[in-house]
């Protein structure tokens, strides 16, 4: 007599939800662009960690980067918002609400040319976010406008050159107040997803710059934002690894030879040394490094800076311990009397 062996248990994660529970519609983007390989990422990030996918809040704006929330997450909270005002929208839902993971994913265009305002103001609040940049150097969505992250000389497809010079998010937001900050290349599997992991546990705006190519636009020679490009002009800063707060940290490493940096939620950093000595809790360094790499024509990645002490927005604004999205009525909503004395006073 034969009998049929169990199916395999499924894979599940420290919640017992599978991977599945994580992903999102299918995607509509064009096949081989960078943001869908970033999508990946953010849904295998997110499983592994074990996040509960109900206590996350995705919001984008406008460009086929912000339509990529659709395509992960689907059990997740999300709002796309108009374009380039993301973290206007983010800020009030974080306020409301801030035992939420906020997870906003923009594109180069939405922050950096239309949004660029909203994004500084973030920044320098620290709002206690994962900000994701698919930069890919150009307007994708409305078929490939050079954007303000597009390089110096760069070229469009028709062979135009770009005459103007870059914004770089990462160094605006090391400038100007973001507590982790990160530059990534969507082609790369093992760092990406070892910084978003880090941004999960951070309490702080994380700004992760990653380089996007949009392979419809501007994956062309003389682009400076295409697979081939990165692969020639990549410096990878260090080796990242990433050890959840519920995994043994216990690994031998020699001496000298890396860093650990421990997260707010008890997570460490692990950063093997490449080639050089760099401190990514050194916020000059950090920018010195960025601009070095910026005259020699290097796309530098890997983890700029980190830095665990500062205080978020939420914090400085010493709100009420239950979010103001969960409070009775009673809390939120004046009585009848109050606003009644209230009319009474403006008469
Ligand atoms: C207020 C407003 N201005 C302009 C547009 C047109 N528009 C839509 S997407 C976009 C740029 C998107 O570029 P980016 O953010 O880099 O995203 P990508 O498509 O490259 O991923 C523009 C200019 C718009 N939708 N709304
Ligand atoms: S147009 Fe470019 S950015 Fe938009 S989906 Fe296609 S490859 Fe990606
Ligand atoms: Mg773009």
Request: hydrophobic share 40%.
């Amino acid at each position: 007599m034969s009998t049929t062996a169990p199916p395999p248990p499924k894979k599940v994660n420290r919640l017992g939800l599978e991977v599945l529970n994580y992903k999102g519609g299918k995607t509509t983007l064009c096949a081989g662009c960078g943001h869908n390989a970033i999508s990946e990422r953010i849904v295998e990030s997110f499983y592994e960690l074990g996040v509960e996918p109900y206590k996350v809040a995705k919001f984008s704006g406008i460009g086929c980067s912000s339509k990529s929330p659709a395509y992960f997450l689907g059990l997740s909270h999300g709002f796309n918002a108009v374009h380039g005002r993301m973290p206007a929208i983010a800020t009030g839902a974080i306020l409301a609400n801030r035992t939420m993971l906020g997870l906003g994913v923009t594109g180069d265009g939405d922050t950096a040319s239309i949004g660029l305002g909203q994004f500084m103001h973030l920044v320098r609040r620290n709002l206690p976010m994962i900000y994701v940049i698919e930069n890919n150097g150009v307007y994708g969505l409305t078929k490939g406008q050079f954007s303000a992250t597009a390089d110096l000389g760069s070229k469009l497809k028709t062979g135009a050159p770009n005459d103007l010079p870059p914004f770089d998010c990462c160094a605006l937001a090391l400038k100007w107040g973001a507590t982790f900050v990160a530059r990534s290349f969507s082609g790369d599997k093992k760092q990406l997803q070892a910084i978003l992991k880090t941004a999960i546990a951070h309490n702080g705006l994380s700004v992760i710059d990653v380089i996007s190519p949009c392979v419809t636009f501007n994956d062309h020679e003389g682009s400076t934002k295409s697979y081939s490009y990165m692969k020639e002009h990549e410096e990878v800063l260090h080796e990242l690894d990433f050890v959840p707060f519920f995994e043994d940290i216990q690994v031998d490493i020699p001496e000298g030879e890396s860093m650990d940096v421990q997260m707010h939620d008890g997570s460490h950093l692990r950063i093997r040394k490449l080639d050089r000595d760099f401190d990514p809790t050194n916020r000059l360094a950090a920018l010195a490094a960025l601009e070095e790499s910026e005259a020699k024509g290097e796309v530098l990645t890997g983890v700029l800076y980190v830095n665990t002490q500062k205080p978020t927005f939420v914090e400085l604004l010493n709100m009420e311990d239950e979010p103001v999205a969960t409070l009775p009525e009673s809390k939120v909503r004046p009585s009848k009397a109050v606003l009644d004395e209230v009319m009474e006073e403006l008469r």
